[in-house]
């Protein structure tokens, strides 16, 4: 009696448990509409009427997603975009419950590196057909349509871009005797103006690392690697990481820097929150950042005059850029493809790169609009925006693990090579293979 | 017989609105996570079983057993801290006059703020760059050059963010030691003062073993909210240095949401969710033994 009751009150979970699985197994398998034979030529106007749902993680350029999908509801009042904003942190798991269950937006914003992850997956809509063969996809970001692309075929376009740069202080340059229309063009010459600048006292320093902080590396340290030659990520299951003497070479530079003095103490326990504020603080030289620093800077400091420059490699004119950003998808079970894929070509078109992304100084999302009006009246942003040409995002199945976790092999070879003294092929070699082993799981 | 059987279905009827709520958010994610626990899923692609592999996984996982072991040393240190500082605390401020109440108030106010709220602020506070920390230290001479509290020494982070916890929930010890003192009978007290009992007298031998049940709820609640400490450490260490202040929970979560290791993250949750059942189960016994 004892144990039928037993049995009867541990029905009623595994029911419900049961219940719960086979609903989502049957939503899972529902199909996704056709995405090639009668697709429609796409406009940048609604396909039907009714309103699109979309989603969007919050922590991203919120301002210039509102901005865009402001454009986009004036011009089509009968398929108004409503938009949701998800915490980043819960992104990928409301996405995949909403798969699960077909709870699905018509489109979304997604952070560009997690793309791969949901391609591998099968769970985007692949929109190869339809938007393939669009002259803009040729000059679109390259870092964008990197990971949109997956094995040959496409599954979004760049929703808006982040690229990094190296920042440097007018002020200080001339104060320390150095020509600032001049920035460094490659790292033994950064090498040689951060001493200089460090030379000023009075707690300036030449250049800033930060010390904590896996993002903000592979934003601003990474490129120095691309542009001295090296590769970091493994892609995928037995590709090799950090290949190419730049790797060793760029971290042999930051050591130098960091015993040199060059680069402030707290760096060392900068874990991002005050990241975006260094460069203003008008006590660093010389910095990698991203282009939202130009709007920070100017409000943290108006009076400091500074300009931008590409980050260098080791070799002089050599640079490179890490393009960030989110990217529009349409995930499987959207039942609005069709007007998804004419929002994608409305942000693409001239009319929205020029009068949506670049009036409000953000960068363009294409390559070939960068030279617009608006950006000819504001030098720095053009400045900046030529990062896109030389840009690139890593392409990895597990980026956060390899790249941006803190607990990350990326981040702690940064540090043994920072603050020990650490044989660097030792410290190259230990972050290999840990990067191997996660690329292999 | 039908009325024992109607009396019973009416019985079945009051609890079963309970009952429901405990099986639908309890029983039942209770059991999912179990599920989860048994399988390899990523949330984007199927779930696999794998048998205990995620277990065994964890058993061998090192970085997870030296997040448990900081995870315990945090709550080791913090716990008595806590304790005795929120007791203290009550005993100068359990007297009902307007200073002791202001009092009160300004030390309960931080209890309000939420931990990531705190924890940001705290960051600041010990920023090298930017925090005021730092420049009163120095300015006072106590430090030459700034003092990088976060990230760079472990034991340096840990103690940076117990007092910043310290800071933000000894409060609420405060307030139940104060109700627990207050509940005392006046009798008892006033007995004690004409015996001739000093204060000290009067804490140790009749206020404490009389606020006993409430010390333990105390250190109950703490040693669970240390055991799943996440916030503070997330924000301003971020686990550094070299991961060495990672607690459990960081692991968990980021096992479980950013490296898609759902499957494995339920394993990690149900040993710690173990460890802290031994804890609470033998903080209950205590508690039994005292009040008998």
Redesign the interface.
């Known amino acids: 009696m004892e144990v039928h009751g037993m049995r009867s009150r541990l029905r009623?979970?595994?029911l419900?448990?049961a219940a719960t699985l086979l609903l989502a197994a049957c939503s899972?398998g529902s199909d996704t509409p056709s995405t090639t034979a009668q697709a429609p030529a796409a406009t940048t106007s609604c396909a039907s009427t009714g309103e699109l749902t979309m989603w969007e993680r919050s922590g991203g350029n919120k301002q210039m997603v509102d901005m865009l999908v402001a454009a986009w509801n004036q011009k089509n009042p009968n398929c108004k975009i409503k938009l949701t904003y998800i915490p980043h942190?819960?992104m990928?798991?409301k996405?995949?419950?909403g798969?699960a269950s077909g709870e699905v937006p018509d489109l979304m914003g997604m952070d560009l590196i997690y793309a791969p992850?949901?391609e591998d997956?099968q769970?985007l809509v692949d929109l190869t057909d339809r938007i393939g063969s669009w002259p803009e996809i040729k000059t679109a970001s390259k870092g964008h349509m990197t990971v949109a692309t997956f094995e040959n075929r496409l599954y979004g376009v760049p929703l808006y871009a982040d690229v990094s740069a190296l920042f440097y202080n007018k002020d200080l340059f001339k104060r320390a005797g150095l020509d600032p229309d001049k920035p460094p063009t490659s790292l033994p010459e950064l090498r040689e103006y951060a001493d200089k600048i460090t030379a000023l006292g009075g707690g300036v320093k030449g250049y800033y690392l930060p010390?904590?902080?896996a993002g903000c590396n592979i934003f601003t340290v990474g490129p120095l690697m691309w542009a001295s030659g090296a590769k970091i990520e493994a892609a995928g299951p037995g590709d090799e990481p950090l290949v190419g003497d730049g790797v060793k070479q760029v971290l042999q530079f930051t050591r130098d820097m960091v015993k040199a003095g060059n680069v402030?103490?707290?760096a060392?326990?900068e874990?991002?929150?005050?990241f975006h504020?260094?460069f203003g603080?008008g006590k660093v030289g010389m910095m990698g950042t991203g282009n939202f620093n130009i709007t920070l800077a100017r409000q943290q400091n108006p009076k400091m005059d500074f300009g931008i420059a590409l980050l260098p490699g080791m070799a002089p004119n050599s640079a490179a850029s890490f393009i960030g950003g989110d990217l529009v998808v349409v995930p499987k079970g959207s039942k609005r493809v069709d007007d998804a894929v004419n929002f994608m070509k409305f942000l693409l078109s001239d009319q929205v790169q020029v009068e949506v992304y670049a009036k409000a100084l953000n960068l363009t999302t294409r390559t070939d609009m960068v030279d617009n009006k608006y950006f000819q009246a504001e030098p720095l942003v053009q400045d900046v925006a030529k990062a896109l040409e030389v840009g690139r995002t890593p392409y990895t199945l597990?980026f956060?693990?390899q790249i941006?976790?803190?607990?990350g092999p990326w981040l702690?070879m940064l540090?043994r090579a920072y603050y020990s003294d650490d044989n660097l092929d030792t410290v190259i070699a230990d972050a290999k293979a840990a990067m191997k082993t996660i690329a292999n799981q | 017989m039908f009325r024992g059987r109607r009396s019973r279905l009416v019985g079945m009827a009051y609890l079963a609105p309970a009952v429901i709520f405990v099986?639908?958010f309890t029983?039942?994610p209770l059991?999912?996570m179990v599920?989860m626990s048994f399988h390899n899923w990523?949330?984007?692609?199927?779930p696999r079983w794998v048998g205990l592999g995620n277990y065994q996984r964890a058993l061998a996982d090192r970085?997870y057993w030296v997040s448990f072991l900081f995870t315990l040393k945090y709550t080791a240190m913090i716990t008595p801290i806590l304790i005795v500082g929120g007791y203290l605390l009550a005993l100068l401020t359990v007297e009902r006059s307007p200073l002791r109440r202001l009092t009160r108030t300004t030390v309960f106010i931080p209890v309000v703020i939420g931990l990531g709220v705190s924890s940001?602020l705290w960051?600041?506070l010990f920023?090298?760059?930017?925090g005021p920390i730092n420049k009163a230290l120095m300015d006072l001479g106590i430090i030459s050059?700034?003092v990088?509290?976060?990230?760079?020494d472990a034991d340096l982070s840990n103690l940076a963010i117990i007092a910043s916890v310290a800071w933000k929930v000894m409060g609420f010890g405060m307030i139940l030691f104060v109700g627990a003192i207050q509940a005392i009978p006046t009798d008892i007290t006033e007995a004690s003062l004409v015996d001739g009992a000093s204060f000290w007298q009067r804490v140790t031998r009749v206020i404490l073993p009389l606020t006993l049940r409430s010390v333990l709820l105390v250190t109950l609640v703490s040693v669970i909210g240390s055991l799943l400490a996440f916030d503070q450490f997330y924000?301003?260490?971020?686990?550094?240095?070299?991961?060495e202040t990672?607690t459990s929970v960081f692991?968990i979560y980021?096992n479980s949401?950013?490296?898609?290791r759902l499957g494995y993250g339920a394993a990690l949750s149900m040993i710690l969710a173990l460890t802290i059942l031994a804890f609470t189960v033998v903080q209950l016994l205590l508690t039994r033994r005292s009040h008998a």
């Open positions: 009623w979970p595994v419900v448990a899972q942190t819960e990928v798991g996405i995949a419950q798969i992850q949901f997956a769970q010390g904590n902080c402030p103490e707290g060392r326990s874990n991002g929150e005050t504020l260094q603080s597990t956060f693990e941006n976790s803190p607990q702690k540090q | 099986l639908v029983v039942y059991g999912h599920w990523s949330l984007i692609t199927p970085q940001l960051y600041w920023s090298a760059d930017f050059k700034p990088l509290w976060l990230g760079v924000i301003m260490t971020a686990g550094q240095p070299q991961n990672a692991y980021l949401f950013p490296y898609l």
